[in-house]
């Protein structure tokens, strides 16, 4: 079967498993489990008399106010609750509301929250494995990530990781390419990278380290103010869509592509996993499938709302430029070589980073013939 045809029936049973317990909770039939850990049964809420079997709260990593990266939970969430009738209520919370946008996953493992939804590259202090499934440099684009996870075993070396840390990860949502970053100066060479104070995240931020960058990471919400301010010189974040919604096109006139540190950018649902073991099957089925619907309606928006934004730039100033073809192989070079020591010091590392290049050796033989050459 085709990957189109794969991603196809995944959104079809995304649907139909919504539908189906979507017309169970209408009937009032509660599947087997009842309320697990963690979960607030709820009475006298607005949801046709259905309790609530499920009611967690949900930090984000990202506000909701940004395009993409912020409205897909509230996506996820909604859907939940409408497919449940309101049986299964998620309660957004905006980064920092109830823990740091940085330390969700901190605080799910610890129980302090119930849920919720993040990038998991910001998890690579603790766990350095974890960079592998935010983006990897130079590495899947979001399709191929897809089908590794469905297919190829990501989705059990990726829980297998978190479960050490009590935490149930669902792959909940993916976007096409970051920008390379903005910068207050033309990038011709690395020369105008050595010294550059710019924020970056994940396995690129190691890379551009290597390569004579000073890094330093910042949620998104602090990245305008110290761009604005000179705290730093350049910034990587997000999409188009995402950046400019936060301003970095007043500051930073030159935006560069491609996004070759983050490929592909996913998302998860993470839950304790002691309230995931309590949730009942039906509902942990519901959950998966509205994620899995997630992952496609993520992509299909990020895809969707880059262009316009590009088109626009010269109206205010930006210039939309490629990396030099030599700064790109030297930082695949560098890219090359931390990964290189990141196996060598971590097994999970090494064990995921094995298992995704076995995947994309044995896919480049769909990739290279099935696919129009960019050039063409």
């Not at 605080?107 to 119930?114: D, N, P």
């Not at 603790?126 to 499934?133: W, Y």
């Not at 297919?151 to 976007?175: D, M, P, S, W």
């Not at 700064?327 to 060598?344: I, P, Y």
Request: aromatic share 10%; hydrophobic share 45%.
């Amino acid at each position: 079967m085709s990957q189109s045809k794969i991603t196809n029936a995944s959104a079809l049973v995304a649907v139909l498993v919504a539908f189906a317990v979507g017309v169970l909770a209408s009937l009032a039939i509660r599947p087997p489990g009842g309320a697990g850990p963690g979960s607030e049964a709820v009475v006298g809420r607005d949801n046709g008399g259905e309790e609530a079997r499920i009611r967690w709260r949900l930090p984000l990593s990202f506000q909701t106010t940004m395009p993409v990266l912020g409205d897909n939970p509230i996506y996820v969430a909604d859907t939940l609750r409408s497919a449940s009738s309101g049986a299964v209520d998620i309660r957004i919370f905006e980064p920092g509301e109830v823990v740091p946008a940085l330390g969700i996953t901190e605080a799910v493992s610890e129980g302090k929250v119930e849920a919720g939804y993040t990038w998991l590259g910001y998890d690579q202090g603790r766990t350095p494995a974890s960079a592998l499934l935010g983006a990897v440099p130079f590495g899947m684009v979001p399709w191929e990530f897809a089908a590794w996870w469905f297919e190829a075993g990501g989705r059990i070396l990726g829980e297998a990781l978190y479960a050490k840390q009590n935490v149930h990860i669902i792959f909940c949502g993916v976007t096409g390419p970051e920008t390379a970053g903005w910068f207050r100066q033309p990038v011709n060479s690395l020369d105008d990278v050595h010294g550059l104070k710019i924020r970056f995240a994940g396995i690129g931020g190691k890379v551009m380290e290597r390569v004579g960058a000073s890094v330093t990471m910042l949620p998104g919400g602090e990245i305008f103010q110290a761009l604005d301010k000179g705290a730093i010189d350049a910034t990587e974040y997000a999409l188009p869509v995402v950046d400019a919604a936060l301003g970095f096109n007043r500051v930073a006139p030159y935006n560069y592509y491609p996004g070759w540190h983050q490929p592909a950018t996913s998302s998860h649902l993470i839950v304790n996993l002691d309230v995931w073991r309590g949730v009942a099957e039906a509902d942990r089925k519901l959950i998966e499938a509205v994620c899995t619907a997630g992952v496609l309606r993520n992509l299909a928006r990020s895809e969707a709302l880059q262009g316009d934004v590009i088109a626009g730039f010269p109206e205010v100033g930006v210039q939309a430029r490629t990396l030099p073809k030599e700064v790109l192989r030297e930082l695949q070079r560098a890219t090359d070589e931390v990964l290189a020591e990141e196996m060598a010091k971590n097994g999970d590392f090494a064990a995921i980073l094995d298992s995704q290049r076995r995947f994309r050796s044995s896919y480049a033989h769909w990739k290279t013939l099935a696919y129009l050459p960019p050039d063409f």
